[in-house]
Nanobody
Framework: QVQLVESGGGLVQPGGSLRLSCAAS????????MGWYRQAPGKQRELVAI???????NYADSVKGRFTISRDNAKNTVYLQMDSLKPEDTAIYYC?????????WGKGTLVTVSS
């Protein structure tokens, strides 16, 4: 069984920063792609950023230049550094981790950008 625990969400003013973390635990021998998705009220879940096992990254156009995804393979953890946050970044953020070829989802962490 694999568990994902997200942390780092909260309330931040426009222009501020937050750092999300997602740690995978359980019987894990290899982790593939890791990523972050988000779902705003009334909208579908969308990809924010992904990082491959070799470190290659891909970002949604809406966050390029503002968000940075990274991973620590020794800790089975993926991070999302979010800078220059905008009200439209408000959403529940979910991590997604590929373990032994199967995707696992975290329960989500709420990010609210408001003055």
């Amino acid at each position: 069984q694999v568990q994902l625990v997200e942390s780092g969400g909260g309330l931040v003013q426009p222009g501020g920063s937050l750092r999300l973390s997602c740690a995978a635990s359980g019987r894990i021998f290899s982790i593939g792609e890791m990523g972050w998705y988000r779902q705003a009220p009334g909208k579908q879940r969308e990809l924010v950023a992904i990082i491959g096992s070799g470190g290659s990254t891909n970002y949604a156009d809406s966050v390029k230049g503002r968000f940075t995804i990274s991973r620590d393979n020794a800790k089975n953890t993926v991070y999302l550094q979010m800078d220059s946050l905008k009200p439209e970044d408000t959403a529940i953020y979910y991590c997604n981790v590929g373990v032994h070829g199967r995707p696992y989802w975290g329960k989500g962490t709420l990010v609210t950008v408001s003055s």
